[in-house]
């Protein structure tokens, strides 16, 4: 069993930067895809961000692309989502999520392991 918890939520200014945390406990984080996913009020949640489990390759949404930044340090069992540019489309709960490896970065397979979220607020 995989347990994520995100941090680094926050109310922000448009153009500002966030550095959101995903936390996981158990052994299988190092050897897992992370997923970042953002879910705005009233819409479907979206794919973000994913990085593999080496942290070599990364795949991000067109809307984020040049703005944010995934990363991982799997010493400390933690994956990052830098988010520079904010802008108020950027509000949302943001979620992160792992699965095997084995699946690559293949954005249509189903993420196995979700933490409960994030609130962040972008203002004008």
């Known amino acids: 069993q995989v347990q994520l918890v995100e941090s680094g939520g926050g109310l922000v200014q448009a153009g500002d930067s966030l550095r959101l945390s995903c936390a996981a406990s158990?052994?299988?984080?190092?050897?897992?895809?992370v997923g970042w996913f953002r879910q705005a009020p009233g819409k479907e949640r979206d794919f973000v961000a994913a990085i593999s489990w080496t942290g070599g390759n990364t795949i991000y949404a067109d809307s984020v692309k040049g703005r944010f930044t995934i990363s991982r340090d799997n010493a400390k069992n933690t994956a990052y989502l830098q988010m520079n540019s904010l802008k108020l489309e950027d509000t949302a709960v943001y979620y992160c999520?792992?699965?095997?490896?084995?699946?690559?970065?293949?954005?249509?397979?189903?993420?196995?392991?979700w933490g409960q979220g994030t609130q962040v607020t972008v203002s004008s």
């Open positions: 999520a792992t699965r095997s490896r084995v699946y690559g970065l293949v954005p249509s397979v189903r993420y196995d392991y």
């Open positions: 158990g052994r299988t984080f190092s050897s897992s895809t």
